[in-house]
């Protein structure tokens, strides 16, 4: 049964590995690796992701390292951290995020 609440990784903890689903995701704590969602990602504001992500969609919140790859959008909040590779057809970037990469834009799934 799928259920609009997404799975939570709370603040105290920290996962090493590879993480697959298909219900939204929101990371409190940290996560290192790979990230395989069918739904989409929230990295909190006290949250840190450094990982490779696939994702129907990203928000980011809090910190992240690595690649991302949405099939939807990105959103880069209000004082987020985003470091490295975003390719996604649509981003939003509120004023106060900060983000330092390379930023591809793929409407072949538009």
């Known amino acids: 049964m799928t259920t609009n609440t997404p799975d ?3 603040p105290d903890t ?8 298909s219900e939204p995701l929101y990371v409190e704590g ?4 790979k990230i ?3 739904n989409v990602l929230i990295v909190s504001p006290g949250g840190f ?3 490779e992500i696939s994702a129907k969609e990203v928000v980011l ?4 390292d690595g690649k991302i ?3 939807e959008r990105v959103v880069l909040r209000k004082d987020c951290a985003a470091h490295g590779d975003i390719t996604t057809p649509r981003i939003v970037v509120e004023d106060g995020s900060l ?12």
């Open 8 to 10: 939570t990784i709370g």
């Open 14 to 21: 920290h996962i090493i590995g590879t993480i697959t689903g």
């Open 61 to 64: 919140e809090g910190h992240f």
């Open 99 to 110: 983000f330092n990469g390379n930023l591809y834009m793929d409407t072949t799934n538009l």
């Open 49 to 51: 992701v450094e990982a």
């Open 36 to 38: 395989e969602l069918e």
């Open 30 to 33: 940290k996560v290192e690796g």
């Open 69 to 71: 790859n949405a099939r």
